[in-house]
């Protein structure tokens, strides 16, 4: 029996690793989860242990107001390194580049203890973009002995840096798997003004676009210059729904509130529940975000995604053609939208389906890899190759 300890802390991370720990959890003759939240998310955190019915055997609890990074290394670090004291795992997980994934990484390789990596490999090779994420997954890398690479280019980026091949796993991403299991085209809304936008979409052809913004690289102007495209797009087109969950970061909150709110076409809303989001995103019809995980999740619904940062680490749906880097300037962003909504043919050619992240097997590869390197299963797991749109 092997003790593994999953570490997450903020909603993607801890969307993605979910599959993980249920996947996990079928093999109880051989594993025991010991499932970590850090809490570097409070409220949207909660929603999403709700959504996937996870209770975490211990809660670190660090979530400060307005926390500075400094705060969030080393008041998970100090927790995590008693918990790791007390739980002795055999094998350490975590997801992604959150500052809880880096500090999870660093805590387990001070215990000598394995690490495991989901989501190993994706770069800009930009020490500032994303801020702090590209630095917070190198070094994550530097101490994991298990790297589960998405893609056979983030694979690739890990070869580059001199990492052992054998340690690299190509499983796909497990936000395909949480995605596949919660897009409903029966899901009703609890939430009223998401039931009047499908609503308005079904009866009236209403489209929406939703819009997410948060990364700290953004704070400031960029958002600023975002939200002014916006504001401008919702006054151009009055015939669409802009549905604009917005993140409980107060900064980000500082700067999209006043800009955006009063405008009878733009719903700024709080975040929204997993199920919730995804739903809406397909019933949408174009995205507009700085998120991560948002770029994978879109394409496989055949959504066209507009990426509002200078450069992505997931180039897989861009090559595709189902997603399009347009950077922060508000004109660019008008720009690309207007062009996107006033022709058909353009959008067309954005919208097909494509799925470079995973096939929602993700979740199974990666503890068919744990299984292999604990020496559970003789055979090494075949890599995720995407299909064919
Ligand atoms: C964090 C991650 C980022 C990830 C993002 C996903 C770091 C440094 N940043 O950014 O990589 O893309 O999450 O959303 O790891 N807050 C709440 N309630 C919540 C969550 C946040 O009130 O449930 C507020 C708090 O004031 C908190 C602030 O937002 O201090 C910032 O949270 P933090 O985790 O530091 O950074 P994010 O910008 O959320
Ligand atoms: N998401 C959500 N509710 C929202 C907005 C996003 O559940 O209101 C989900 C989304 O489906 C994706 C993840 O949160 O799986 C992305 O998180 P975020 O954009 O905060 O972080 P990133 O992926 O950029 O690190």
């Known amino acids: 029996?092997?003790?593994?300890?999953?570490?997450?802390?903020?909603?993607?991370?801890?969307?993605?690793?979910?599959?993980?720990?249920?996947?996990?959890?079928?093999?109880?003759?051989?594993?025991r989860t010991f499932n970590i939240a850090t809490a570097q998310h409070r409220q949207m955190l909660d929603q999403v242990l709700s959504v996937f019915n996870i209770t975490p055997d211990l809660d670190l609890n660090i979530m400060l107001p307005q926390q500075s990074l400094a705060q969030i290394t080393s008041n998970i670090m100090s927790k995590l390194d008693e918990a790791l004291s007390e739980a002795k795992p055999d094998l350490v997980l975590v997801q992604g580049d959150t500052t809880t994934t880096f500090v999870g990484s660093?805590?387990?390789?001070?215990?000598?203890?394995?690490?495991?990596?989901?989501?190993?490999?994706?770069?800009?090779?930009?020490?500032?973009?994303?801020?702090?994420e590209e630095i917070n997954r190198r070094l994550t890398s530097a101490v994991t002995d298990l790297h589960f690479a998405p893609t056979a280019s983030a694979k690739k980026a890990l070869l580059k840096e001199h990492i052992v091949p054998a340690s690299i796993f190509i499983t796909g991403n497990t936000v395909i798997?949480?995605?596949?299991a919660a897009v409903d085209p029966d899901y009703s809304f609890n939430d009223i003004l998401l039931q009047r936008v499908v609503e308005e979409k079904k009866r009236d052809g209403k489209n929406i676009v939703l819009i997410t913004t948060h990364r700290r690289e953004n704070w400031g102007e960029p958002m600023t210059d975002i939200c002014s495209a916006i504001k401008k797009l919702s006054v151009h087109y009055p015939k669409l729904n802009f549905v604009f969950p917005v993140h409980l970061n107060p900064v980000v909150r500082?700067?999209?509130?006043?800009?955006?709110?009063?405008?009878?076409?733009?719903?700024?809303?709080?975040?929204?529940?997993?199920?919730?989001?995804?739903?809406?995103m397909?019933?949408?019809?174009?995205?507009?975000?700085?998120?991560?995980g948002v770029q994978e999740e879109a394409p496989s619904l055949g959504k066209p995604v507009l990426v509002m940062r200078k450069v992505t680490e997931r180039p897989e749906a861009v090559k595709a053609g189902a997603v399009k880097l347009v950077g922060m300037n508000s004109e660019i962003i008008f720009k690309e939208a207007a062009s996107l909504i006033d022709h058909p043919?353009?959008?067309?050619?954005?919208?097909?389906?494509?799925?470079?992240?995973?096939?929602?097997?993700?979740a199974q590869r990666t503890v068919a890899a744990i299984r292999y390197f604990f020496g559970m299963a003789k055979k090494r797991p075949k890599d995720f190759i995407p299909r064919r749109a």
Not at 265 to 280: M, Q
Not at 345 to 362: E, H, I, L, Q, W
């Open 106 to 132: 660093l805590a387990a390789f001070y215990h000598k203890i394995p690490v495991g990596h989901l989501e190993a490999g994706l770069r800009t090779n930009d020490k500032f973009n994303p801020f702090p």
């Open 1 to 31: 029996m092997k003790t593994i300890a999953t570490i997450f802390g903020t909603r993607p991370d801890t969307i993605k690793m979910a599959p993980v720990i249920v996947e996990l959890q079928k093999y109880p003759e051989e594993f």
């Open 345 to 362: 043919k353009k959008y067309k050619a954005m919208a097909s389906v494509v799925n470079p992240y995973g096939d929602g097997k993700a």
């Open 282 to 292: 397909n019933y949408s019809h174009l995205l507009l975000t700085d998120s991560g």
């Open 254 to 280: 500082g700067i999209v509130f006043p800009i955006l709110q009063g405008l009878s076409n733009v719903f700024l809303i709080e975040p929204l529940e997993y199920k919730s989001f995804v739903n809406v």
């Open 177 to 180: 798997d949480a995605l596949l």
